[in-house]
């Protein structure tokens, strides 16, 4: 998973609101280590020169632009830790395996264990979601693990085919949070992610649309507002119209 200078930018406003900075919660969840995939001028422009000062960058650089088909940054990569320590955060990562050092291994196919419940200010998932299988336990354990006042950020596909097991769509996030004591606090829909210049729009919340463009993904960001249990929802157009079809 990997983080691009959008991402980067809706994380610090949303830690930035009244109930991040009143959650008692000082650590971050990432689903998979996430590749800050910004470069440190970017960066800086993001988060401010104080910030930039205070990053270390990744021995396997290389590797990971490599990896995600990018070529030679300046700098290199920023170790994601460097930048959530400089925040005022502690990172950890969960996985199946040790992809980048120090994670978590944890298959998120099935429950999180109790001790990650109600702990993180922010859970961040940048593209795993849709490679879980059991795409419903693997949201329970997202939203299980923020804390009140805390939020999960999901950016994943809306069409990209065979990129993993799921494409999403708008609905699934108002669904899923409204049942579970989230709010929803920004659900667009982006092309041209990784470009400087990502085309960015509201999506809809449940009116049915048309016309993608290949490759389009969505950016949630769901605001913990009660400590329900987490439980499966009915599709909000079944909720309002219980006879109606397809």
Known sequence: MSLV?????????????????GCTSRRILSLGYPDILASP?????????????????RADS???????????QAGGVIEARSLFTALGYEL?????????GGEIIHDLNTPLPAEHHGRYAAVLDAGTLEHCFDIA?????????????????HGN??????????NLNPTWYHDFYAANGFAIERLDIVLEAVSETPRIGAAPAYQRFTNMPDGATL??????????????????????NPTLQG
């Open 41 to 57: 001028a970017q960066t800086a422009r993001i988060f401010g020169p104080d910030i930039a000062a205070k990053l270390a960058f």
């Open 137 to 153: 336990q693997a949201a329970k354990n997202v939203a299980g693990a923020v804390a009140l006042g805390g939020f999960a950020m």
């Open 92 to 100: 950890d990562v969960i996985d199946l395996v040790e992809a980048r």
């Open 219 to 240: 950016l949630a960001i769901a605001r913990r507002k009660s400590a329900a249990e987490i439980r499966w929802p009915i599709q909000h157009k079944y909720v309002v």
């Open 157 to 166: 596909p809306l069409n990209m085919y065979n990129h993993g097991f799921y």
């Open 62 to 72: 290389q590797q990971i632009l490599k990896w995600h088909n990018m070529g030679e």
């Open 5 to 21: 200078p959008l991402t980067l930018h809706a994380l610090k406003t949303s830690l930035s609101t009244p109930e991040a900075l």
